[in-house]
């Protein structure tokens, strides 16, 4: 009797299969109803909130939560062995018949019944993620600072999608009204929002909600207005991935927000968009590992009410 089984695989661009089987379906992000199947995934993983969250069991609820494509195909039971090449190949864990998951070898990581994986088995990975990680790794050793030996990579440049360099230009001119907005709150002395809006009206298609809401209030409250401030840092960082700082500064202090905010004043907007330019996505990804390592670090830290190592500023 023929096994049916669904792959559930992170890459954007998987390769085909090299196994003899069946194709039923094949859904990818553009599907209506894709991210609800994941969802219902997530759920089935964690059998509704009733599992305790695992290390194993977060791997894979990270894993599904990156899909981009989900096969279905049949094939004879004498060959399942013959799809784990082109699992690890396309970064896919599988759903076999029996409601397990299991890793690219066939080795149990959720069991149906516990929620419990297998001593052997192993999330995949592209190459690309676990070399990233390693040199991450490597280099928070040299500074001093201790991060889980687990903590998973990032995602890799099979699996990413970069937004275009002028979508994070416009993502820039927003934040900049927005902390302009809060520091003049902050300060005491407030601009009002139609004036922001009359000297910078494209700063306003690009908002978040969030924002919307944060500059439609006359009078946010301190925390608010603390953290809209803070959209300095991110401004910081998107202005890194454009290649506008030479380097992204360690994440010890705040940024130089007179020169971040300066940067802003002296281009016109529509010159800012059209001349942007974004850093290859690896670096933006080597920058992304290093950072949410340093990140765990300094939470974890904060939990056990110790100083954070290296001096690092997790609010950074």
């Known amino acids: 009797m023929e096994h049916v089984v669904s792959a559930y695989s992170t890459l954007r661009n998987p390769p085909e299969f090299d196994f003899p089987c069946e194709l039923l379906d094949h859904r990818d992000s553009s599907h209506r109803n894709f991210f609800h199947h994941l969802s219902g995934l997530v759920g089935f993983v964690v059998d509704r909130g009733k599992r305790n969250m695992t290390s194993s069991l977060h ?19 004498s060959e399942v062995p013959s799809i784990a090449q082109w699992c690890w190949a396309s970064n896919s864990i599988l759903l076999f018949p029996d409601g397990s998951l299991r890793d690219p070898s066939g ?70 009204i927005v902390a302009v907005r809060a520091e003049s709150l902050a300060s005491g002395k407030p601009i009002a929002v139609d004036r922001l809006r009359e000297k910078s009206p494209m700063a306003f298609q690009s908002l978040t909600p969030n924002e919307q809401a944060f500059l439609g209030l006359d009078s946010p409250d301190e925390q608010a207005i603390t953290n809209a401030v803070w959209r300095y840092e991110a401004m910081y960082a998107l ?63 904060a939990r056990h009410r110790r100083p954070a190592p290296a001096g690092i500023d997790g609010s950074v």
């Not at 989900?70 to 039971?77: A, Q, T």
Request: glycine fraction near 2%; aromatic fraction near 6%; charge should be negative.
């Open 59 to 77: 791997a894979v609820v990270d894993h599904v939560q990156r899909v981009q494509h989900h096969f279905s195909f049949s094939l004879e039971p």
């Open 107 to 176: 080795n149990m990581l959720v069991d149906p019944k516990t929620g419990l994986a297998s001593e052997n088995a192993e999330i995949p990975y592209p190459t690309g993620a676990k070399a990233r990680a390693a040199r991450s790794a490597a280099r928070l050793h040299e500074l001093g600072i201790p991060t889980l030996d687990d903590l998973p990579p990032v995602v890799s440049e099979p699996e990413v999608s970069v937004r275009d360099a002028d979508e994070v230009a416009w993502r820039i001119l927003s934040l900049f």
């Open 239 to 301: 202005q890194w991935a454009l290649g506008i700082h030479d380097e992204l500064r360690f994440a010890d202090k705040i940024c130089d927000v007179p020169l971040v905010a300066q940067i802003m004043v002296d281009r016109p907007d529509n010159e800012f968009v059209t001349d942007a330019r974004l850093r290859d996505a690896s670096e933006i990804l080597d920058a992304l590992d290093l950072n949410q390592r340093m990140l765990w670090s300094a939470r974890d830290a």
